[in-house]
């Protein structure tokens, strides 16, 4: 079983993780929707961070972000991807992939995870929505 500290750092983490694939990507392509639609998932994944951090901070327990060998390996993988086809398609679906893991394992968590705080709940709750909102805005790209 998790404790709700764990499931604040795995949104934490997931958020962070969520960024930093937007970050990696946004640098390879120019499509102005496409860009719009990055730069919007990107300020949703800072406010989930944030707020998750901010939740932490409030039980006295400090942020654990990813770490810098994932942080690394997810920015060379992508760069990868990237570098060999740069168009919307395969931002969109390197994106969808990413969210889909990313709903996976917070689903995962949340179920591993007795909430008694409401508010731990609804942010966990907002991660999967927006991850699954993000397959759906990048599905158009596709």
Do not use: W
């Not at 639609?37 to 932490?56: D, F, R, T």
């Not at 972000?65 to 740069?86: N, R, Y």
């Amino acid at each position: 079983m998790l404790t709700e500290t764990q499931l604040l750092n795995h949104i934490y983490q997931t958020a962070e993780m969520g960024r930093e694939g937007i970050h990696s990507v946004l640098r390879y392509t120019s499509e102005p929707r496409l860009v719009n639609a990055l730069s919007q998932q990107l300020s949703e994944y800072e406010q989930l961070q944030s707020s998750a951090g901010a939740m932490l901070h409030a039980r006295g327990e400090q942020a654990k972000g990813i770490s810098p060998v994932a942080k690394l390996s997810s920015e060379a993988m992508s760069s990868m991807k990237a570098l060999t086809d740069s168009s919307p398609t395969k931002i969109a679906e390197m994106m969808i992939q990413g969210s889909t893991m990313g709903v996976t394992k917070s689903l995962r968590n949340i179920r591993d995870c007795t909430v008694e705080d409401e508010e731990v709940r609804n942010l966990a709750n907002k991660l999967v929505r927006t991850e699954q909102n993000n397959i759906e805005q990048m599905k158009q790209f596709l």
